[in-house]
């Protein structure tokens, strides 16, 4: 079984920071690459920053500039540096990692996410 959590969600005032954490556990073999992405209630999930298995960084033009993907995968654990926060960065954000699992299959796993409030 594999299992990813996020962390460090919380409230902030707009131009504000915040980090985020992802830590996956369990039975991986490799972890190929990871993603955050963020959901606003009714709207449809997006994708917002990925860490290759290359180790390079793709970011959406939302958060571009602002947020910042950081980590180690043989630590299994990732990072995303929230700056300049806006009312409209506030959603539930999820952390899912692409994975091999010990058994051999490829995984692709979900935390729960984490809410984060911008708001005066």
């Known amino acids: 079984q594999v299992q990813v959590a996020e962390s460090g969600g919380g409230s902030v005032q707009p131009g504000g920071s915040l980090r985020l954490s992802c830590a996956a556990s369990g039975s991986i073999f490799h972890v190929s690459g990871m993603n955050w992405y963020r959901q606003i209630p009714g709207q449809e999930r997006e994708w917002i920053v990925s860490?290759?298995?290359?180790?390079?960084?793709d970011y959406a033009d939302s958060v571009k500039g602002r947020f910042t993907i950081s980590g180690d995968s043989n630590q299994k654990t990732w990072y995303l540096q929230m700056n300049s926060l806006k009312p409209e960065d506030t959603a539930v954000y999820f952390c899912?990692?692409?994975?091999?699992?010990?058994?051999?299959?490829?995984?692709?796993?979900w935390g729960r996410g984490t809410q984060v409030l911008v708001s005066s």
């Open positions: 899912n990692v692409n994975l091999i699992a010990n058994w051999g299959s490829n995984e692709s796993v």
């Open positions: 860490l290759r298995s290359d180790g390079g960084e």
